[in-house]
């Protein structure tokens, strides 16, 4: 029996169209406002200095109508990894507080990277990474030694993972199912890989060292990027604390996102965070051991979120910030 050629027609255009058809991301657009203010340093400081992260553009951010009050003339720098800061080092130290105040648009889509779960979806296009060696290499808190890489071969074999894409994914199951979000006692929050294998528990840097450093363990470049989440409802309001999350990369999918403590603050989200960060975030730096432009006296910063302020070259422990957000129409 033959079709009629309409209906033949729409077979052939079906057969050929992919199997998975692509979503635009979700997006939101809002207003950013970061404070910071330094205390007076005690009496015969010779040098005060502050360095505060920048929001950064990029293909899932773009930051618009940036602003920067501060009480004393400032520089921008941008460093190898793209990541951008402000810095303060007044002529005199000053005899009240060093404040700045940045505010600017940031649009935040959503980061998709359907390859990681469908080996039919396009291959995400991406200019080759710098720094992918860097991504290879062990962290101050976050070692390559035998023991980890011990335990992540362990996490591999038993999933049976042969790919890359296998291994990583055995490792996401791994942390999501194995660690416990709790911002309890000591320890927590400093991405120390072994305080999270040993206590499986803290928050978002520690679920993430453990992902990070089993992955580069294995010989896949993996990555940290720190910033602050917004709440999924829309509106305005201040934000507490910081957030964090990871991307992982293969040659078939390119740099793939993952967030493996928000996955397991929300199991109904395991399988959305394994290929996706989602919009309600923006991001600040890159990396860890930071070395900051222009270089600080002390050593490299773990990750760079806050405020970091030097008196003399000694770390001020005082400095106040305050982050808040305005949604604005426009986001989908």
Same mark, same amino acid.
């Given at each position: 029996?033959?079709?009629?050629?309409?209906?033949?027609?729409?077979?052939?255009?079906?057969?050929?169209?992919?199997?998975?058809? #692509?979503?635009?991301?979700?997006?939101?657009?809002?207003?950013?406002?970061?404070?910071?203010?330094? @205390?007076?340093?005690?009496?015969? *400081?010779?040098?005060?200095?502050?360095?505060?992260?920048? +929001?950064?553009?990029?293909?899932?951010?773009?930051?618009?109508?940036?602003?920067?009050?501060?009480?004393?003339?400032?520089?921008?720098?941008?460093?190898?990894?793209?990541?951008?800061?402000?810095?303060?080092?007044?002529?005199?130290?000053?005899?009240? +507080?060093? *404040?700045?105040?940045? *505010?600017?648009?940031?649009?935040?889509?959503?980061?998709?990277?359907?390859?990681?779960?469908?080996?039919?979806?396009?291959?995400?296009?991406? #200019?080759?990474?710098?720094?992918?060696?860097?991504?290879?290499?062990?962290?101050?808190?976050?070692?390559?030694?035998?023991?980890?890489?011990?335990?992540?071969?362990?996490?591999?074999?038993?999933?049976?993972?042969?790919?890359?894409?296998?291994?990583?994914?055995?490792?996401?199951?791994?942390?999501?199912?194995?660690?416990?979000?709790?911002?309890?006692?000591?320890?927590?929050?400093?991405?120390?890989?072994?305080?999270?294998?040993?206590?499986?528990?803290?928050?978002?840097?520690?679920?993430?060292?453990?992902?990070?450093?089993?992955?580069?363990?294995?010989?896949?470049?993996?990555?940290?990027?720190?910033?602050?989440?917004? @709440?999924?409802?829309?509106?305005?309001?201040?934000?507490?604390?910081?957030?964090?999350?990871?991307?992982?990369?293969?040659?078939?999918?390119?740099?793939?996102?993952?967030?493996?403590?928000?996955?397991?603050?929300?199991?109904?989200?395991?399988?959305?965070?394994?290929?996706?960060?989602?919009? !309600?975030?923006?991001?600040? *730096?890159?990396?860890?051991?930071?070395?900051?432009? @222009?270089?600080?006296?002390?050593?490299?910063? !773990?990750?760079?979120?806050?405020?970091?302020?030097?008196?003399?070259?000694?770390?001020?422990?005082?400095?106040?910030?305050?982050?808040?957000?305005?949604?604005?129409?426009?986001?989908?």
């Amino acid at each position: 029996m033959k079709l009629p050629l309409l209906a033949a027609t729409a077979l052939l255009l079906a057969a050929a169209a992919p199997a998975t058809s #692509v979503l635009a991301p979700r997006s939101r657009i809002f207003l950013l406002k970061c404070q910071a203010s330094v @205390p007076v340093p005690a009496a015969g *400081t010779k040098i005060l200095e502050l360095w505060m992260p920048v +929001p950064h553009a990029d293909k899932n951010q773009d930051v618009q109508q940036l602003k920067i009050e501060a009480s004393a003339p400032y520089t921008v720098a941008t460093d190898q990894y793209g990541n951008q800061m402000l810095h303060l080092r007044p002529a005199t130290v000053p005899t009240v +507080p060093l *404040t700045v105040t940045l *505010t600017a648009q940031i649009t935040r889509r959503e980061h998709l990277n359907l390859r990681a779960t469908d080996d039919h979806a396009p291959v995400e296009a991406e #200019v080759r990474d710098p720094n992918l060696s860097r991504w290879l290499a062990p962290d101050r808190l976050v070692p390559l030694d035998f023991k980890i890489k011990a335990q992540a071969q362990e996490v591999v074999d038993k999933a049976g993972a042969k790919t890359d894409l296998q291994k990583a994914r055995a490792i996401y199951e791994h942390v999501v199912s194995t660690v416990t979000y709790d911002k309890t006692g000591q320890g927590w929050g400093r991405g120390d890989i072994y305080y999270a294998c040993d206590a499986r528990r803290g928050n978002c840097t520690d679920f993430h060292a453990i992902f990070i450093g089993y992955c580069r363990a294995l010989g896949i470049p993996a990555r940290f990027s720190i910033g602050l989440p917004l @709440p999924p409802e829309r509106g305005r309001g201040e934000i507490k604390g910081y957030h964090c999350w990871a991307e992982f990369f293969t040659k078939q999918t390119g740099w793939v996102p993952i967030d493996a403590s928000e996955a397991a603050k929300n199991p109904a989200k395991r399988n959305y965070f394994f290929g996706a960060h989602d919009e !309600n975030r923006v991001e600040f *730096t890159r990396g860890r051991d930071l070395t900051l432009t @222009p270089r600080q006296a002390g050593p490299p910063l !773990n990750y760079f979120v806050y405020p970091y302020a030097e008196a003399d070259g000694q770390p001020v422990e005082d400095v106040t910030r305050t982050y808040t957000f305005e949604d604005l129409t426009g986001g989908k």
